[in-house]
């Protein structure tokens, strides 16, 4: 237990060192995604530029890795940090990051791919990752950082949801089977994930994985298909008394708006999810998801915060943007006192 605490205070110190570097201003822009194929044409970065963002959150599926040798991996990391567009971005804007399956290494793998403590490593070579970081010597890449806004202070907490996932099985249909034991994080990352919430004296918390945590009715990868460890993170968000939950979310090919309402939380919570910085599924035009608010996107596209503190709450405007650099839907949410 001590060893873990040890791990919690050190990547606290690592989080508040993120912060500190960005400019305490009165707004703070945040941009995010996921889905992009390396070797594909990458439109978006020069976009995401204009919009001159304070941070970029990688939410996985960072590169198309999908290969159990780490030489490719590598090879299809170093052609990502190597193209032009993202090159520009990354020269003005600091970049953090988890990941899902395709840059885990294997499509929706789990705890049991063999190769994921190299993976890891390679992961956080292209994010950056001091090799003095306790990040490189913990199981799993989840981290948490805090920035600053005025009076106000922000933490982003980003899981992951790939390093010790229990398995799934298919049905005939190739539908998930939920797993109804089954765990997504791992104690130690549960562990971790409770304190950070439980010291946190942050006004605002972005908490980003590789799957959705709210939409449930589709068949694909998603939180839903372990619910014990979903309605444990609900639980876990109401027993710390978390204030301004805001969820990211990735994987899809799609992007849209889900809110929730968590008994015993006193504000309802979004799970932005933005999915296609390459590629989308154009072909999806009428999934159901009971907790959709606004249209579901099939066009590549990127996500952007705007947070700002007005009247002494923080109001935070949510993009998910086009190619055009316009927005396909917009949502205000206002974090009160």
Same mark, same amino acid.
């Given at each position: 237990?001590?060893?873990?605490?040890?791990?919690?205070?050190?990547?606290?110190?690592?989080?508040?060192?993120?912060?500190?570097?960005?400019?305490?201003?009165?707004?703070?822009?945040?941009?995010?995604?996921?889905?992009?194929?390396?070797?594909? =044409?990458?439109?978006?970065?020069? %976009?995401?530029?204009?919009?001159?963002?304070?941070?970029?959150?990688?939410?996985?599926?960072?590169?198309?890795?999908?290969?159990?040798?780490?030489?490719?991996?590598?090879?299809?990391?170093?052609?990502?940090?190597?193209? *032009?567009?993202?090159?520009?971005?990354?020269?003005?804007?600091?970049?953090?990051?988890?990941?899902?399956?395709?840059?885990?290494?294997?499509?929706?793998?789990?705890?049991?791919?063999?190769?994921?403590?190299?993976?890891?490593?390679?992961?956080?070579?292209? !994010?950056? *990752? =001091?090799?003095?970081?306790?990040?490189?010597?913990?199981?799993?890449?989840?981290?948490?950082?805090?920035?600053?806004?005025?009076?106000?202070?922000?933490?982003?907490?980003?899981?992951?949801?790939?390093?010790?996932?229990?398995?799934?099985?298919?049905?005939? $249909?190739?539908?998930?089977?939920?797993?109804?034991?089954?765990?997504?994080?791992?104690?130690?990352?549960?562990?971790?994930?409770?304190?950070?919430?439980?010291?946190?004296?942050?006004?605002?918390?972005?908490?980003?994985?590789?799957?959705?945590?709210?939409?449930?009715?589709?068949?694909?990868?998603?939180?839903?298909?372990? =619910?014990?460890?979903?309605?444990?993170?609900?639980?876990?968000?109401?027993?710390?008394?978390?204030?301004? %939950?805001?969820? !990211?979310?990735?994987?899809?090919?799609?992007?849209?708006?889900?809110?929730?309402?968590? $008994?015993?939380?006193?504000? =309802?919570?979004?799970?932005?999810?933005?999915?296609?910085?390459?590629?989308?599924?154009?072909?999806?035009?009428?999934?159901?998801?009971?907790?959709?608010?606004?249209?579901?996107?099939?066009?590549?596209?990127?996500?952007?915060?705007?947070?700002?503190?007005?009247?002494? $709450?923080? #109001?935070?405007? #949510?993009?998910?943007?086009?190619? $055009?650099?316009?927005?396909?839907?917009?949502?205000?949410?206002?974090?009160?006192?």
């Amino acid at each position: 237990m001590k060893k873990y605490f040890l791990i919690f205070s050190l990547l606290l110190m690592l989080g508040c060192t993120a912060g500190s570097k960005m400019q305490q201003g009165k707004a703070l822009t945040i941009a995010f995604g996921s889905c992009n194929r390396q070797n594909l =044409p990458q439109p978006m970065w020069d %976009v995401i530029a204009k919009d001159k963002p304070d941070l970029w959150i990688w939410l996985g599926d960072n590169i198309y890795g999908d290969s159990d040798d780490m030489a490719v991996l590598k090879a299809k990391y170093d052609l990502q940090s190597n193209q *032009e567009g993202y090159k520009r971005l990354t020269a003005q804007t600091p970049v953090i990051g988890t990941w899902d399956d395709h840059d885990f290494g294997r499509n929706d793998a789990g705890k049991n791919y063999p190769y994921k403590k190299a993976s890891q490593q390679l992961a956080l070579d292209f !994010l950056k *990752e =001091p090799a003095n970081s306790p990040r490189r010597r913990q199981e799993g890449i989840y981290a948490a950082y805090e920035y600053k806004l005025s009076k106000k202070k922000v933490k982003v907490i980003l899981l992951d949801i790939r390093y010790h996932q229990d398995s799934l099985q298919k049905e005939s $249909n190739k539908a998930y089977i939920p797993n109804t034991t089954g765990d997504i994080l791992g104690e130690a990352q549960w562990l971790w994930l409770e304190n950070q919430l439980s010291t946190s004296t942050a006004d605002a918390h972005i908490i980003g994985s590789g799957i959705q945590f709210v939409s449930d009715q589709h068949p694909y990868e998603k939180w839903a298909n372990f =619910p014990a460890a979903r309605q444990r993170l609900f639980d876990l968000l109401v027993k710390t008394k978390t204030k301004g %939950v805001v969820l !990211l979310s990735g994987d899809r090919h799609i992007g849209e708006f889900s809110r929730i309402d968590i $008994n015993g939380l006193d504000y =309802p919570v979004y799970d932005i999810t933005s999915s296609g910085l390459t590629h989308s599924s154009v072909d999806n035009t009428s999934e159901p998801n009971r907790y959709r608010v606004g249209p579901l996107v099939n066009q590549k596209h990127y996500g952007l915060f705007r947070l700002l503190e007005q009247g002494g $709450n923080l #109001v935070m405007e #949510v993009d998910l943007k086009g190619e $055009n650099g316009k927005p396909f839907h917009t949502e205000k949410i206002e974090i009160r006192n």
